[in-house]
DNA sequence: CGGCTTTGACCAGCGC
DNA sequence: GCGCTGGTCAAAGCCG
């Protein structure tokens, strides 16, 4: 139940009436997937930080509830504590050479390592505005299939991702806060979903702009593609 | 020159 | 204590 309203599933069915030169189409296709490849991750990313939000939620509730007296405690041997760790597997193919990942963040290397049961080394990441940023990430190819990437992010950003040269957003995008809900409406009016987990929606919201902000001609082609549609949509309404 | 990668050293936890 | 292993530091080097 609670995985129903986890499905960003933009399924936008861009079919652009008639775009002029292949070229750029079948470019534009190499990206749509890429895209749709990057909205799974980002899809398996949500429902992990749900889980790790209620695993969190719980646990804070149990703390409040019942505070013990008890102030012994030592300096948290699992400082996995207040960070939610959560691990993602991205599919790459021609980039094998380099362990670079695109995720709309920028890293810093500060480490590699060769691991017992694992024949590739694994890279140790840490978020480019350390420190004050502490989020780290571990990548590692996986054991049998070399061509899938294994991430493990540790702890969220605190600050807004760097969208290189941030210009207008597109519109489709809007983060209409009321209160304590963000609604995100990409589509048209009417088919609003509304959900109450803020951060969620936030941190999605986020790494959509940055993931489509990243390649400005195809948010572009992206922007002139929903218009169209809306446009053709609130025409069938009147 | 500044930021990043490379890479060996270093350290902490753990099992023996 | 010793050695193994995963994680981090930092010096040196690379590159725009
Ligand atoms: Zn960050």
Redesign the pocket.
Known sequence: MDSEWINPSLSLDLSIGRSPDQASNGDLEAKLNELSEENKRLNEMVKAMYSNHTALHHQLMDLTNSVPPAKKRKRM?MSANMTSIYTTSMRIDASSS???VRDGY????????????NPSP?????C?FAPSCPV?K?VQRSAEDSSVLIATYEGEHNHDPPTTENESLPCFVSLSSSDSAVALDLRPRGFRSEVECVEFQRILAEKMVSSLTRDPSFAEALASAISGRMFQHLQAQS
Do not use: E, H, I, N
């Open positions: 041997r380099r362990l670079v920028q890293w810093r290397k500060y480490g590699q390592k060769v691991t017992k049961d694994r890279a140790y990441f840490r480019s780290k571990k």
